[in-house]
Nanobody
Framework: QVQLVESGGRLVQAGGSLRLSCAASGRIFSTGRIGTGRMGWFRQAPGKERDFAAAIGWSDGTPYYADSVKGRFTISRDNVKNTLYLEMNSLKFEDTAVYYC?????????????????WGQGTQVTVSS
């Protein structure tokens, strides 16, 4: 069983910063099967679809960002602690959403939520204007 647990979401003023964490556990991490896969952060605002924010190769650490967050957000991972991070700076009101951590065993980079195999429960980020 794979478990992804997000934390770090809270209320923050526009222009502020937050760091989200996603603690990962389960066989794909303990056996290293996630090795060539990817992990990502998605977000979903009220009444909207779940959108891609950032992804990273679990083994090589290569990041990829949605245009809406590029230059403001940084995705990273700690392979030893099996933890994924999202550093968010210069937050805007439109960044308000539930942020989800996701894991994908496939090697191809994809921004489609349907291509990710495992999901966390989400953490709420609210940016006040």
């Amino acid at each position: 069983q794979v478990q992804l647990v997000e934390s770090g979401g809270r209320l923050v003023q526009a222009g502020g910063s937050l760091r989200l964490s996603c603690a990962a556990s389960g066989r794909i991490f303990s056996t290293g099967r996630i090795g060539t896969g990817r992990m990502g952060w998605f977000r979903q605002a009220p009444g909207k679809e779940r959108d891609f924010a950032a992804a990273i190769g679990w083994s090589d650490g290569t990041p990829y960002y949605a245009d809406s967050v590029k230059g403001r957000f940084t995705i990273s991972r700690d392979n030893v602690k099996n933890t994924l991070y999202l550093e968010m700076n210069s937050l805007k009101f439109e960044d308000t959403a539930v942020y989800y951590c996701a894991a994908r065993l496939g090697t191809a980079l994809t921004t489609n939520p349907s291509d990710y195999d495992y999901w966390g429960q989400g953490t709420q980020v609210t940016v006040s204007s």
